[in-house]
Each structure stands twice: as C-alpha cells, then as structure tokens.
C-alpha cells in the first residue's frame, strides 16, 4: 500500500497568514501515460463530511476559494492557503488514487493563532 | 444539485448486522461510481472500496473484505453498505462518495455520514 505522510499533525498560523501542509507518499503518484499526479486534498470541519479542494495535485475544484493551492510531483506535494481565513479551521487530508488501495494521509489540524 | 443522502444513525450490538444506504440525485446514476469511507471516532479516513453503478460489481480495500458487502438498486438510485457481525471496533462514521467517470477516484460529492455505534 502506498503510505501518505503529512508534516505537521497540527499547525497554528494567524489570521491572514499563510498555511502550508505538506504531504509526503511512500512511492511516486506520477503517472508518466496521463502525465499526471493522482493526488488529491480534502477539507473536513467538524461534524460534516470532507469537501474535496483540490485534485491532480494542483486543480481546483470548482468553488473553492483562490486562496487554496496545491503544488508538487512526485512523492511530495504541499497545500497551501493563502491568507488563512476563520472559516478554514479544519482538518486537511491528502488522498492518493494512483493505486489500490486508495489511502489517506494521517490528517493536519489547522487552527487560528 | 448533485446530492448523497445516507440513512439515519444505527445502535447494534456486537454481532449483529447493519445496512446503511446512500440515496443519489441530481445525476444519471450509473455514470458515477460511488465510494465508501470509514471514519473511526476521533481517526483519520479509511478506504473501503467502491461499485461500479453501471455493472453492480463491487472492489474491496483488502481489509473490507470477508463482513463487508457493496450493493445497488439502481432502480432507486441507492447504494448499500451492509456490515456483518459487527465488532466493537466498527464503531465509526461511514461515508458513501461519488468518483468522477473515467477511473480518477477523488471523492465528491460526499454523503453526510452514517454513524454506526457498536456496543453491548
């Protein structure tokens, strides 16, 4: 199974800052044929199911906010969120899909310095 | 919209079976595969597997095989999750998520959530 490895387990960063959480796969999501990370990130708060923010590493999912981006190849990728807003309190994940089983990293607390 | 309603939260008693659905609307059903999720209180998510709405052919995660059961009726738009013998260790929220068509398996959008407590 493909191990995902996110850094930090929690982060506290004040209100209009930047956020970054990375994330670390214990073998490369690159697909050379699609030319393609199969990486994905996820925002969770509490009591409500994730919200998918970003997928083939670096694409937005409609709707969501500018501030987030993901970058990376490879077996290291990194969100990031500029200017951290209140309402994005939350816990972030990151996803492989490159290969069965699909697997999840551990989860990074993000919180309001 | 695109929508996943999934059933009420259960209580059962080690041993016993649960079957949760996932009722999806707003979309051609069998375009989209739908996954299932795992998340024991207070952890991270767990992949369980996924089924194909065209064919009803389930795949499991290696660890959700054996009491683990994927379902469809496609005549009501709804996926099951049926879980046999349940442990006290099942204990968690179960979530069902809609994969794009083509393989890509991000996840969205996602059921509100099924809470499944096992206890005696």
């Known amino acids: 199974d493909i191990v995902m490895t996110q850094f930090p387990d929690s982060l506290a960063v004040s209100l209009g800052e930047r956020a970054t959480i990375d994330c670390k796969s214990s073998?490369?999501?690159?697909?050379?044929?699609?030319?393609?990370?199969?990486l994905a990130w996820y925002q969770q708060k509490p009591g409500q199911p994730p919200k998918l923010l970003i997928y083939?590493?670096?694409t937005r999912q409609l709707g969501v906010p500018d501030r987030f981006s993901g970058s990376g190849s490879g077996t290291d990728f990194t969100l990031t969120i500029r200017s951290l807003q209140a309402e994005d309190v939350a816990l972030y994940y990151c996803?492989?899909?490159?290969?069965?089983?699909?697997?999840f990293g551990q989860g990074t607390r993000l919180e309001i310095k | 919209q695109v929508q996943l309603v999934q059933s009420g939260s259960e209580l059962k008693k080690p041993g016993a079976s649960v079957k949760i659905s996932c009722k999806a609307s707003?979309?051609?059903?069998?375009?989209?595969?739908l996954n299932w999720v795992r998340q024991a209180p207070g952890q991270g998510l767990e992949w369980m597997g996924w089924?194909?709405?065209?064919?009803?052919?389930?795949t499991y995660a290696p660890v959700f095989t054996g009491r683990f059961v994927l379902s469809l009726d496609s005549s009501i738009t709804t996926a099951y999750l049926h879980i046999n013998t349940l442990r006290a260790d099942d204990t968690a929220i179960y979530y069902c998520?809609?994969?794009?068509?083509?393989?890509?398996?991000?996840?969205?959008?996602w059921g509100q959530g099924t809470l499944v407590t096992v206890s005696s």
């Open positions: 998520a809609r994969e794009p068509p083509g393989g890509s398996n991000w996840f969205d959008p």
């Open positions: 707003g979309y051609t059903f069998s375009n989209y595969a």
């Open positions: 089924i194909n709405t065209n064919t009803g052919i389930p």
């Open positions: 073998q490369g999501v690159f697909h050379s044929s699609t030319n393609r990370n199969y």
């Open positions: 083939w590493a670096s």
């Open positions: 996803q492989q899909y490159y290969a069965s089983p699909i697997t």
